[in-house]
C-alpha cells in the first residue's frame, strides 16, 4: 500500500471514528446539546477536509463492517454495538460523503440512525430526507433475502427473551414512577441495570399509585432528602471543578461584581494548571474546551484569565508534562484537545509526541492533529527528518511539508529532505520538491527546455514566461547564448526571448539588443536571421509596454 492510500485509509478510520462519537453524543444528549453539535462540527470538518484531499468519501455497508476500496475502517464483533449491522439490516449497502456537505445534513444523517420510528428502515428515511451531500445506495432487505442467523444457540434464544423481558419490567418501573423521558439531564445505566435496583429504596406512596403527582417526579421524606444532601456533599472532585469553573465563566460574563472579579478570574487560571498536576488529560481538555467557547463573548477579565492559561502552559516544563502523559496512551481524543488549546506550542509538543509514541492511537490522533495544524509551526518538522528518524516517519513529515504550502520554510525542509541518507526518503523528497516548490517547479520548467518533445519545450517556455519567475531570466539567457540555440526551431526561438522580455522587463531591454544583432555565420545564416526577427519583435513588444507605463522589473 502506498503512502497515499494508508493517509486515504486512516484519514476515512478517523471520519468512521467521530462518525461514532457524533451518534453517541446524539444518542445520549440530543439534537440541540451543545456536546451533541461540537461533535457533528469536528465531524463535517473531517470528512470536508477527506474529500479536498480525495475527492470521495464513499464507504462499502457490509454486515459487520464499513470498506473503504478493499480496506475495512470500522468492524465491530457485537451486532448490538455494531453500527454498520443496524445500518445493513436498514436496507442500506453504501454511503458516499461529496464536497459541500453540510453539518446539517450531517445532523439530520445522524437523527436518522438515532430518532426514526421502528416502523420505517433507515433507507426508506433517508430515500424521504435527500440529504445534500449525502448519497446512499438502498436495497429491500426482502428483495435480497434475509437469512436469520445461525450462531444463536437454543439457550442463547431463551437468554436473549429473558433480558428482554427484564428490560421491559425496568421500564415500567420508570414510567410508573415518571422517571422515564422526563427532566433535562441523561443517565447512562450500565449493561446489567444493577442500579435501578436503589429505587426500592424511594416508596411509591398512594399519589404515586393514583398517578396524582402532577409536576412532581418522586416524592421524599426528609430522611431521604437528607441522605440525597450528604450525596451531594461527596460530589465528585473532577465535576465539582468542572462545574466551579463555568460558574466563574458565566459570573463573570452575567454579574461580576456579584461574583468577585479576582477569585473568579484567579479560579479560571488556577483549575487547568490543578488538571495537569493531577495528571488528568481529559479534565484538562474539558477546561481548555470551555475557555475556547467562552473567549468570543468573554469579558476582559475573564480574556486575561484565560490568556494566562496558555502562558502557563506553554512554559517548557509543563509542555514537557503534557507530553509525557499524551504518549503514555489511555486518553489520546485529550491529548489532542489540549494540543488544540495550545496554539503554535501544540505543533512543537505533537512533534516531540510524535517522535516518542508507540501507541499506535497515539500517533494516528497525532498524524491527524499534524495535518490539520501543521502550517502554524511548520519549521517544527525539520525534527521528524533529521538522520537517524526512520524512514517512514520522514516520508510522513515531507507528506506534511507539502501541505503546508509554507514557501521558504518548505523550501528548507524539501531541501533537508533530500539530503537524507535513505533513498527512499531523499527520492520522495525530490518529487514533492519538484511539485510543490517554486525552486523545484522553475528547475522542472528549465529541464523540460531540453525534452526530446518541441512541443513539451514550447509549453515550458509559456509557462515560464506566465509565471514571471526573476530567478528564471538568467538561466533563460544562458541557453539562448549557448551555440546550439541556433539549432532551435523558429517557434521556440520565439517563445524564449519573448519569455525573456516578459520576466526580464527594462533589465532585458540590453539582452535583447545584443540578440537582435547576433551573428552566426554564413551556413547558418537563416537561423541568425530567425533569431534577429524574434529578439527584434520581442524587444519592440516590451518597449511599447515600457512606453505606457507597464512592468519594469
Same mark, same amino acid.
Given at each position: ?106 445532523? %439530520? ?46 439457550? %442463547? ?72 444532601? %450528604? ?96 504518549? %503514555? ?225
Amino acid at each position: 500500500m502506498t503512502v497515499d492510500q494508508k493517509e486515504r485509509v486512516w484519514h476515512a478510520r478517523e471520519v468512521v471514528r467521530l462518525l461514532l462519537k457524533s451518534h453517541k453524543m446524539r444518542r445520549l444528549y440530543g439534537a440541540g446539546h451543545a456536546y451533541s453539535q461540537a461533535a457533528v462540527q469536528e465531524l463535517g470538518s473531517s470528512i470536508r477536509a477527506f474529500v479536498r484531499m480525495h475527492h470521495l468519501l464513499r464507504l462499502e455497508v457490509t454486515r459487520d463492517a464499513l470498506v473503504l476500496g478493499e480496506e475495512r475502517v470500522y468492524e465491530e464483533p457485537n451486532r448490538e454495538a455494531n453500527i454498520a449491522f443496524g445500518i445493513f439490516l436498514g436496507g442500506v449497502r453504501s454511503i458516499a460523503f461529496r464536497e459541500g456537505v453540510r453539518d446539517e445534513d450531517l445532523s %439530520a444523517f445522524l437523527g436518522v440512525l438515532t430518532d426514526r420510528g421502528e416502523e420505517r428502515d433507515i433507507s426508506a428515511v433517508l430515500w424521504d430526507r435527500e440529504l445534500e451531500g449525502i448519497e446512499c445506495v438502498c436495497l429491500d432487505e426482502l428483495a435480497e433475502g434475509w437469512d436469520a442467523p445461525e450462531d444463536l444457540s437454543p439457550t %442463547a434464544l431463551t437468554r436473549l427473551a429473558e433480558m428482554n423481558a427484564h428490560a421491559d419490567r425496568i421500564i415500567q418501573r420508570l414510567e410508573a414512577r415518571r422517571l422515564l423521558g422526563e427532566g433535562g439531564a441523561v443517565y447512562e445505566a450500565t449493561d446489567t441495570g444493577a442500579e435501578f435496583a436503589k429505587l426500592d429504596a424511594v416508596r411509591l406512596d398512594e399519589a404515586d399509585a393514583r398517578d396524582d403527582l402532577g409536576d412532581a417526579l418522586v416524592q421524599l421524606g426528609q430522611g431521604r432528602l437528607r441522605e440525597l444532601q %450528604a450525596q451531594v456533599q461527596m460530589f465528585d472532585p473532577t465535576a465539582l471543578l468542572r462545574a466551579l469553573v463555568d460558574v466563574a465563566l458565566d459570573g463573570l460574563a452575567l454579574r461580576p461584581r456579584a461574583i468577585g472579579v479576582d477569585g473568579a478570574a484567579w479560579l479560571i487560571a488556577e483549575a487547568p494548571l490543578a488538571a495537569l498536576r493531577r495528571k488528568d488529560l481529559r479534565l484538562l481538555a474539558a477546561l481548555l474546551e470551555r475557555h475556547a467557547q467562552a473567549r468570543p463573548a468573554a469579558p476582559l477579565a475573564a480574556s486575561r484569565a484565560i490568556d494566562q492559561v496558555t502562558a502557563a502552559l506553554t512554559t517548557a516544563e509543563r509542555v514537557d508534562a503534557i507530553v509525557a502523559l499524551g504518549a %503514555a496512551g489511555g486518553a489520546p481524543g485529550a491529548f489532542i484537545q489540549v494540543l488544540r488549546g495550545l496554539g503554535d506550542a501544540g505543533v512543537a509538543a505533537a512533534v516531540t509526541a510524535y517522535l516518542g509514541a508507540t501507541e499506535p492511537d497515539v500517533r494516528e490522533e497525532l498524524n491527524r492533529f499534524l495535518v490539520e495544524h501543521v502550517a502554524r509551526a511548520p519549521g517544527q518538522l525539520e525534527r521528524l527528518l533529521a538522520p537517524d528518524v526512520p524512514a517512514e516517519t520522514a516520508r510522513w513529515a515531507l507528506f506534511l511539508v507539502s501541505k503546508s504550502n509554507s514557501g521558504q520554510v518548505s523550501e528548507a525542509l524539501f531541501d533537508l529532505g533530500r539530503r537524507h541518507p535513505a533513498p527512499e526518503v531523499s527520492e520522495y523528497a525530490f518529487f514533492l520538491w519538484r511539485k510543490h516548490s517554486g525552486r523545484g517547479r522553475l528547475s522542472a520548467f528549465l529541464e523540460a527546455l531540453s525534452a526530446a518533445d518541441p512541443q513539451e519545450r514550447l509549453r515550458a517556455a509559456a509557462t515560464l514566461a506566465k509565471a514571471r519567475d526573476p530567478e528564471a531570466l538568467e538561466p533563460l539567457q544562458r541557453l539562448i547564448e549557448e551555440p546550439s540555440f541556433v539549432g532551435r526551431t523558429a517557434e521556440e526561438k520565439r517563445a524564449l526571448l519573448a519569455a525573456v522580455a516578459a520576466i526580464g522587463g527594462a533589465r532585458a531591454t540590453g539582452f535583447l539588443r545584443r540578440q537582435a544583432a547576433r551573428k552566426t555565420g554564413l551556413f547558418r545564416a537563416r537561423a541568425g536571421r530567425e533569431i534577429r526577427e524574434a529578439a527584434q519583435d520581442a524587444l519592440e513588444v516590451l518597449e511599447e509596454v515600457l512606453s505606457h507605463g507597464g512592468a519594469t522589473r
